[in-house]
């Protein structure tokens, strides 16, 4: 006589509708802000200013190369900004080429031709920013890569980016 073999066990895991009604907390809607956070988004040079937490004191100032270039090609590296409370962005990161596309749309619209938005970062939000105000910027941001190879007469590995 073959004998019974034994009963298997199983086990039951939740179905996903039965985890999909398990209630969660309501998070309230982001601000416009909050939701461009760390994204690349498209802003009008006229509304950046240079951060008074720039990195850069010395040199801020784009050259004759960076402007030429920016006209030619527009900014092609996002720069970093953040909100400030009248409504412009503070350039951190990039101040340089946001003055180059400055002065390339100053020259673009006094010759009646289209202006060109910047790309930028918005840092902002939840522990993303100091006690103080000033964006949170990790040591790695602020030093030079050791590859990057400065331009001639400049020391900041911004000088070349645009």
């Known amino acids: 006589?073959?004998?019974?073999?034994?009963?298997?066990?199983?086990?039951?895991?939740?179905?996903?509708?039965?985890s999909a009604a398990t209630p969660k907390t309501a998070r309230p809607k982001p601000s416009p802000v909050e939701e461009a956070h760390d994204r690349i988004v498209?802003?009008?040079?006229?509304?950046?200013?240079?951060?008074?937490?720039?990195?850069?004191t010395t040199g801020t100032d784009p050259d004759d190369d960076l402007r030429a270039s920016v006209a030619?090609?527009?900014?092609?590296?996002?720069?970093?900004?953040?909100?400030?409370?009248?409504g412009t962005y503070g350039a951190f990161k990039g101040w340089r080429r946001a003055q180059a596309q400055q002065t390339a749309n100053a020259t673009a619209e006094a010759e009646g031709r289209p202006t060109r938005e910047i790309p930028?970062?918005?840092?902002?939000?939840?522990?993303?920013?100091?006690?103080?105000?000033?964006?949170?910027?990790s040591d790695r941001e602020r030093?030079?890569?050791?590859?990057?190879?400065?331009?001639?007469g400049q020391g900041h590995r911004d000088a070349g980016a645009h």
Not at 50 to 55: C, E, L, P, S, V
């Open 72 to 86: 030619e090609l527009g900014v092609q590296d996002p720069i970093h900004v953040r909100p400030l409370e009248n």
């Open 143 to 152: 030093s030079p890569r050791p590859d990057a190879r400065p331009r001639p």
């Open 42 to 56: 498209r802003l009008d040079p006229a509304l950046i200013v240079r951060d008074d937490y720039n990195a850069r």
């Open 1 to 18: 006589m073959p004998s019974a073999s034994p009963a298997k066990k199983t086990t039951t895991t939740p179905t996903r509708a039965a």
């Open 120 to 137: 930028a970062i918005i840092r902002a939000g939840p522990g993303r920013q100091r006690r103080d105000g000033a964006p949170a910027v």
